[in-house]
Nanobody, 115 residues
Framework: QVQLVESGGGLVQAGGSLRLSCAAS????????MGWFRQAPGKERELVAE???????NYLSSVKDRFTIARDNAKNTVYLQMNRLRPKDTAVYYC?????????WGQGTQVTVSS
């Protein structure tokens, strides 16, 4: 089992920045991927960004030039630096850890961007 603890959400004005963190603990495999999803009211959950243990990254096209995902393998922590935030980025952001055909989810953290 893997447990995830997220932090860093909040309220910010359009154009501002936030950084999300997600720390994993438990039985963590050396080969894994950590990422962030988001879900806005009435919409499906979508992948925002993901980083594999080998450093490979994947981004949602609408955030690629504004968000940066990074991981600290020693701390089993993934970060999402979100710059130039837009009202459309408002959502609950969920951390996901994926390994050995299993996925684990964080509890979610609210990000609200005001116009």
């Amino acid at each position: 089992q893997v447990q995830l603890v997220e932090s860093g959400g909040g309220l910010v004005q359009a154009g501002g920045s936030l950084r999300l963190s997600c720390a994993a603990s438990g039985s963590i495999a050396s080969i894994n991927a950590m990422g962030w999803f988001r879900q806005a009211p009435g919409k499906e959950r979508e992948l925002v960004a993901e980083v594999a243990s080998d450093g490979t990254t994947n981004y949602l096209s609408s955030v690629k030039d504004r968000f940066t995902i990074a991981r600290d393998n020693a701390k089993n922590t993934v970060y999402l630096q979100m710059n130039r935030l837009r009202p459309k980025d408002t959502a609950v952001y969920y951390c996901r850890h994926r390994q050995s055909f299993a996925s684990y989810w964080g509890q979610g953290t609210q990000v609200t961007v005001s116009s």
